[in-house]
């Protein structure tokens, strides 16, 4: 396969809501696309960096300098052997930038897929045709203000709420939503690592209102604290920021550090590895859901095809576009019954609007082929 064009789209799209977490507050999605044209097909794919390096050390900038300084070199010395499947071992030497080459592998893999008229489902072997949805709740100034917002969602139908928690927000929102909708409600927390070991004792006062897990809270590198952490509690610990690979997730998985992990497509490299971190957790007896990076249509439809496969087992962060945007860069995707189904259509299945490209769109640059 050869590339014909390559280019890097910047969006900045407003949210319905500011989305906050323990690292901060976001009142736009800012991210960029990747175009990928081949002789055959178009790919596109979306960048899972953020603007500034605090969920990952990764950010857009440093995203589109690698990209175009250190990958696409790489891969145009490909030649005719450049295949989504090649990226991997081609990449290898640039290290980490996960998240640069997860957006570029994704392009390629999409391009692949609509010139072979398949879907990504098909291709990651999904065996769901619509997946269920949960919906992350960012941390809020008051209670009536989180119980207002976790209300609507579940009148809306989201079968799993997760709320953002961190030291000063933590088991009293629980406490509240447990009291407000009940002990049914599939219910879990996500610390994005703002806790030390030293919290153990305040953390395990969450072990009494029956949460589905905590996820990540004590730092990225500390995965033997996760481990003793899990001795000391009894809700299952799940890891997102830890598990950058495969091998992340059979050491965590190894060391009791995880019974459960959350995974991101971008965070980990791609879609492929994604697929290997699914197969070693399966093997293993741990289960594992989809996670989210506020994604526009690009993403998201790439993210429900990875959740349509079977070791899934739990709702995944694969919320409506409607719980993010009022308009997405492609056709928005809907629940249905609490469901969003599964694009069936070749490639990622959906494209980008004209129209939304145009509005949303802040800076185009062509990546340089010679
Ligand atoms: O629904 O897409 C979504 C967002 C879910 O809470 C969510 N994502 O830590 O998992 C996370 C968090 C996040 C958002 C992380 C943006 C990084 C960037």
Redesign the pocket.
């Known amino acids: 396969m050869k590339i014909r064009d390559l280019s890097v789209h910047h969006l900045r799209i407003p949210l319905v809501t500011p989305f906050r977490?323990s690292f901060g507050t976001s009142h736009t999605k800012e991210t960029f696309l990747v175009r990928l044209e081949t002789d055959d097909a178009v790919g596109w794919a979306e960048c899972g960096a953020?603007e500034d390096p605090l969920?990952s050390s990764e950010y857009l900038e440093g995203a589109e300098w690698v990209i175009r300084t250190q990958l696409a070199p790489r891969l145009l010395a490909l030649g005719d052997a450049l295949t989504a499947g090649a990226v991997r071992d081609a990449l290898e030497p640039v290290k980490g930038h996960r998240m640069a080459k997860h957006v570029v592998e994704t392009a390629l893999l999409d391009a692949e897929l609509r010139a072979a008229d398949m879907s990504f489902g098909r291709y990651l072997g999904a065996t769901r045709t619509r997946v269920p949805s949960g919906v992350?709740v960012g941390i809020m100034d008051s209670i009536p203000e989180l119980l207002g917002h976790v209300r609507d969602y579940l009148d809306q139908g989201y079968l799993r709420i997760?709320l953002?928690i961190e030291p000063g927000w933590d088991i009293e929102p629980v406490r509240a939503v447990r009291e407000e909708f009940g002990d049914d409600i599939l219910l879990q927390v996500?610390a994005?690592t703002a806790y030390t070991l030293r919290d153990a004792r305040h953390l395990a006062r969450l072990d009494d209102f029956d949460l589905l897990l905590i996820e990540q809270p004590l730092p990225e590198d500390d995965m033997r604290g996760h481990a003793e952490l899990q001795k000391l509690i009894t809700t299952p610990v799940c890891l997102?920021e830890s598990i950058e690979s495969a091998r992340d997730a059979a050491t965590a998985i190894a060391m009791g550090a995880t019974q459960v992990i959350n995974i991101k497509p971008s965070r980990v490299g791609g879609y492929l590895e994604a697929r290997r971190i699914h197969d070693i957790a399966e093997a293993n007896g741990i289960p594992v859901w989809c996670?989210?990076?506020?994604?526009c249509g690009v993403g998201r439809a790439a993210n429900l095809a990875l959740a349509a496969l079977p070791n899934f087992v739990l709702p995944g962060?694969t919320?409506a576009s409607s719980?993010y945007f009022a308009e997405d860069i492609t056709a928005p995707f809907e629940l249905e019954d609490g469901h969003l189904a599964v694009p069936t259509g070749p490639g990622i299945g959906i494209d980008p609007l004209p129209d939304a490209l145009a509005e949303f769109t802040v800076a185009t640059t062509a990546i340089d082929l010679r």
């Open positions: 977490t953020e969920y992350s997760k953002k996500d994005n997102d996670g989210g990076m506020l994604e962060d919320s719980r």
